[in-house]
């Protein structure tokens, strides 16, 4: 019945989406992090791609109504953040001017280095956790930041600073496990991610 319940989950509506999630979140199992074991509490939210501007539209629906009850939502669009550390460090200028001279392959490689996960982009998203006061943090652009910054290994670097409050990933793809395989981030549906296994997928968690 329970397994029954799970995968008719994955067929929800953008509404269905929006109540599960309202629900969810904004219940104290959720926000005192009960169920994990001993587990990071990171969870992901897997959306179809076609789905992403109705979930947009869902996530600042969201931040509103948990706002209103009291959960306070620090949102870390992945994207802007990388525009941020660029422009903080004087080099996005000359990366955009670069782009037009190098090939793709060299471009990724110089992104990859000037935005390494470990050593620039964790720091500053700790820097906007220590910035603000929140319950749950909100990871969003996911899909505007491939390939030069790689969700699982953005889960990875942050598992160590990201552990004191709820962390959820919103997916523009499918998280799936496999027993044989472990589980993996599935970008777009199509681009495999990795593996990353110690996340949560929301739509099966229960209050």
């Given at each position: 019945?329970?397994?029954?319940?799970?995968?008719?989950?994955?067929?929800?509506?953008?509404?269905?989406?929006?109540?599960?999630?309202?629900?969810v979140?904004?219940?104290?199992?959720?926000?005192?992090?009960?169920?994990?074991?001993?587990?990071?509490?990171?969870?992901?939210?897997?959306?179809?791609?076609?789905?992403?501007?109705?979930m947009?539209?869902?996530?600042?629906?969201?931040?509103?109504?948990?706002?209103?009850?009291?959960?306070r939502?620090?949102?870390?669009?992945?994207?802007?953040?990388?525009?941020?550390?660029?422009?903080?460090?004087?080099?996005?200028?000359?990366?955009?001017?670069?782009?037009?001279?190098?090939?793709?392959?060299?471009?990724?490689?110089?992104?990859?280095?000037?935005l390494?996960?470990?050593?620039?982009?964790?720091?500053?998203?700790?820097?906007?956790?220590?910035?603000?006061?929140?319950?749950?943090?909100?990871?969003?652009?996911?899909?505007?930041?491939?390939?030069?910054?790689?969700?699982?290994?953005?889960?990875?670097?942050?598992?160590s600073?990201?552990k004191?409050?709820?962390?959820?990933?919103?997916f523009?793809?499918?998280?799936?496990?496999?027993?044989?395989?472990?589980?993996?981030?599935?970008?777009?549906?199509r681009?495999?991610?990795?593996?990353?296994?110690?996340?949560?997928?929301?739509?099966?968690?229960?209050?």
């Amino acid at each position: 019945m329970a397994d029954n319940l799970i995968a008719n989950r994955t067929s929800y509506g953008i509404a269905q989406k929006y109540d599960h999630l309202l629900k969810v979140i904004g219940s104290q199992r959720f926000l005192t992090m009960q169920g994990l074991g001993n587990e990071v509490p990171f969870f992901i939210c897997p959306f179809p791609p076609e789905e992403s501007v109705a979930m947009n539209r869902v996530r600042k629906q969201l931040v509103n109504a948990l706002e209103k009850i009291g959960v306070r939502i620090l949102t870390v669009n992945l994207y802007d953040t990388v525009i941020e550390l660029l422009q903080k460090r004087n080099i996005l200028e000359r990366i955009l001017a670069t782009e037009k001279n190098i090939a793709k392959d060299q471009l990724l490689e110089l992104l990859q280095g000037v935005l390494d996960a470990k050593s620039h982009l964790i720091p500053a998203i700790a820097e906007k956790m220590a910035a603000n006061t929140f319950d749950v943090m909100f990871l969003t652009g996911v899909g505007e930041v491939f390939p030069y910054i790689r969700s699982h290994n953005v889960l990875n670097n942050l598992q160590s600073t990201a552990k004191d409050k709820p962390t959820l990933l919103f997916f523009p793809g499918t998280y799936t496990f496999s027993p044989g395989e472990g589980s993996s981030l599935d970008l777009f549906g199509r681009l495999r991610d990795d593996k990353y296994y110690r996340a949560f997928d929301i739509f099966n968690y229960d209050i």
